[in-house]
Nanobody, 122 residues
């Protein structure tokens, strides 16, 4: 069962951190959904710690996983009002294409958390 923790409200330029249990999942991701918008990927991380990020968060957000502590984290720095959204932790199996394994937004994520609200005020 995935359950996000952290989140809250912060002024623009501030930081927040989200966490989620990561035990046994090969591919994990953070998604977000803002009011009136479709859910979008924020970033992914595989079991080896290899990450991908959406262009909108590169250089500001960092995904990490601590396999010893079974924890997935999303460190969000220099937050902007447009980052305001419900953030979801997700887990799934990497997809395979031409015998290569990928952990990215095209993965079918079958396990989802209930979401954590992040609000950034200007």
């Amino acid at each position: 069962q995935l359950l996000e923790s952290g989140g809250g409200s912060v002024q623009a330029g501030g930081s927040l951190r989200l966490s989620c249990p990561a035990a046994g999942y090969m591919c994990m991701a953070w998604f977000r959904e803002a009011p009136g918008k479709e859910r979008e990927g924020v970033g992914t991380v595989d079991v080896h710690g290899t990450t991908t990020y959406a262009d909108s968060v590169k250089g500001r957000f960092t995904i990490s996983r601590d396999n010893a502590m079974n924890t997935l984290s999303l460190q969000m720095n220099n937050l902007k009002p447009e980052d305001t959204a419900m953030y979801y932790c997700a887990a799934g199996r990497p997809r395979v294409s031409d015998y290569v394994s990928f952990c990215d937004f095209a993965v079918e994520f079958t396990n989802w958390g209930q979401g954590a609200q992040v609000t950034v005020t200007s």
